[in-house]
Structure formats: C-alpha cells, structure tokens
C-alpha cells in the first residue's frame, strides 16, 4: 500500500486538523467527537441542514460545510457511518431555533445511528427532519443497503436544500425540497480501478487490466456487471441510459448533468465523458440547465465516475445559482 498518510489509524483526526487549518474563516472543527461546522454557527432564526458518512469520499460531506450549502457534516472513519452521538452533538450545535434537517445517504448504518441521534435532540425539544437520499439506479441493494444507494444527487441536494435554508424557508418547507430533489435525481457510476481502505491495506476488489465495472458503489460494492473496457462514448451510452430511463426523464426536460470523478479519474476524462454525455442528452432533446463537472463525490483513489441527472425546475435553478461558500464549493460570492 503507498499512502501519503502517517498511521492508517491517525488519518481521520489529521484531516481534520488540515481541514481546520486550511479553512478556519469557513469552518469551525471539533475533535471531541468529530464534526466540522460553519464558523458562524449557529445560525439564529435558520433552518440548519447536517449530513454525515464515512470519511473517504472528500470533499463530500466537510467540504460542503459553510454558507449556502451545510451547517454541519459528521465524518465517520474511512467507509464508517459516524456515530449518533456525533450526529446529537453537530445537530445541537448548529441550531439556532428553526429546527435542524438531517439528509441520509440510504446506507444501512447512516440511517439507523442519524434515526438514534434524530430521537435524542427530539427528546431535547429540537425539532427534527430526516431526508433518506437514495438515488442510484444500479442496485435494488447492496451490501450497505436496504433499497437503492444513497450517491451523487447528494451533493445537488445540499446545494439547493441549503439555498432554501439560506432564503429562511421554515423547517418543513427545507426538507421538502430536499426530497423533491432527491425525487428527481437519479445516479449511476462505473470502476476502472478499486481503491484501498488504509486500515485494510490492500485493494477492496480486483479488476482485470481489461475489466470495468459498472453500477459500482461508493465503497466499492458490486455493481450490475463487470465487462470488458469499452470507449468513453459507449460507456456514457450504457450508463445515461439506465439513469434516463429510470424516472423517467423525457423529451422537454431541463437537467442538471453532473460528471464525478472518484477520485483517481483526471478532469480531461471527465470532459471526454462529459462532452459524451451531452451528445446523448442532445439526441433525447433533454436540455443540460446547469452543470457540474469534477471529484465531488470520490471513493478515496478509485478511477472510475458516475453520471448524475436531476430533473431542473425553475426554482431548482435559482436556488442552484444562488451563493454558495464552502471549502469544495463556491460562487457568487
């Protein structure tokens, strides 16, 4: 295994600390237990929103912490839910009397500690909404999973949940947004490569030099199949149409079209596959709205990338131009 880490046990904590020291005029990080929150938290008066998952995925969830998009994001270790009690102390800290929402990428662990740390502040008169992301249409499930994944339209959805949040729409209002873009989001993604788990030291799975997988999770769970290597166009041909065909999106539509790369993929495939993508939507008469184009959501240094669509009204657009400033994400401002 070649890292650039210090101890496999020591990785965590010490990004963190980087975090703190690169962002510490966006963010505001505590140790004890793990959270990273924006540094003007709380927000008297604001809907809060918090995520949370296994570290591993950056700049997905902390890189999305600040104004405009999270109040608070809860880092697991590598490939580990967090726990509720990290989950109990972000949601304490960040609310500011509104009510606090809590988005769930649908992985089995995520759901049931973020239910437990939903019931404690509950107890404590802290009003409460869970939002369940379960966007990929590659698996009915997984091995982390009841139901389908929890991927890409993640971040689509904190970007605009946070907007919302930001205009000062009430508790109830935020979390339906939320859902309405979950809703309207769908997610497919594909492996060149596996990626290694520092505390494991060796490859979660192993591809041939002339394998892909497709349908591949953000842990690395099997997909729906594992193939020969094909081109960049047939590629984006196989995968946009799974994620097309499955709400499905239809002539007439405005989208946004987001390309990820998982981590080892550089941004010159990830034009080849965007400009693919875009030939294919151009021959579906669905119009790309808006876009995003980079490592987003990453599966530590796997090569490979994932294709999310998310149907645009014209209030998913404004709240997506609206300003966002974070460490991983930021206009207008």
């Known amino acids: 295994m070649k890292k650039l880490i210090n101890r496999p046990e020591d990785v965590v904590r010490e990004a963190l600390q980087g975090i703190e020291q690169a962002h510490a005029d966006l963010v505001r990080v505590s140790f004890d237990p793990n959270y990273i929150v924006r540094a003007d938290a709380p927000v008297q008066g604001k809907t809060a929103l918090i995520s949370g998952g296994g570290s591993g995925h950056e700049p997905m969830h902390g890189g999305f912490v600040g104004a405009g998009m999270l109040d608070a994001a809860c880092p697991g270790e590598v490939f580990t839910s967090p726990t509720p009690d990290q989950m109990e102390a972000a949601t304490k800290a960040v609310n500011g009397g509104a009510g606090v929402v809590h988005i769930v990428k649908n992985y089995t662990g995520d759901v049931m500690n973020f239910e437990m740390a939903a019931e404690l502040c509950r107890s404590e008169g802290i009003e409460v909404e869970a939002v369940l992301v379960d ?117 007439g539509d405005n989208v946004l079209a987001f390309v990820n790369g998982m981590g080892g993929t550089p941004l010159i495939e990830l034009y080849v596959l965007y400009n693919e993508l875009a030939r294919f939507l151009k021959g579906r008469n669905i119009t790309i709205a808006r876009n995003l184009i980079g490592s987003y959501i990453t599966s530590l240094e796997m090569a490979g990338f994932s294709i999310t669509l998310l149907k645009m009204s014209d209030d998913f657009i404004r709240l997506w131009d609206a300003p966002v400033k974070t460490p991983g994400l930021r206009w207008g401002v």
Do not use: W
């Open 135 to 251: 966007d990929d249409v590659a698996v009915q499930d997984s091995l982390y999973t009841a139901g389908r994944r929890g991927v890409g339209t993640t971040v689509l959805l904190e970007k605009i949940g946070g907007a919302a949040a930001e205009e000062g729409r009430p508790l109830k209002e935020v979390a339906d947004v939320c859902r309405e873009v979950n809703a309207n989001g769908r997610t497919m993604g594909m492996a060149l490569t596996s990626c290694t788990v520092p505390a494991a030291g060796k490859p979660t799975f192993e591809l041939g030099e002339d394998e892909m997988e497709i349908g591949i999770g953000i842990h690395g769970e099997p997909g729906r199949e594992r193939m020969k290597l094909k081109t960049a166009s047939e590629i984006v041909d196989l995968m946009a149409t799974a994620v097309v065909d499955d709400i499905p999106f239809s002539a």
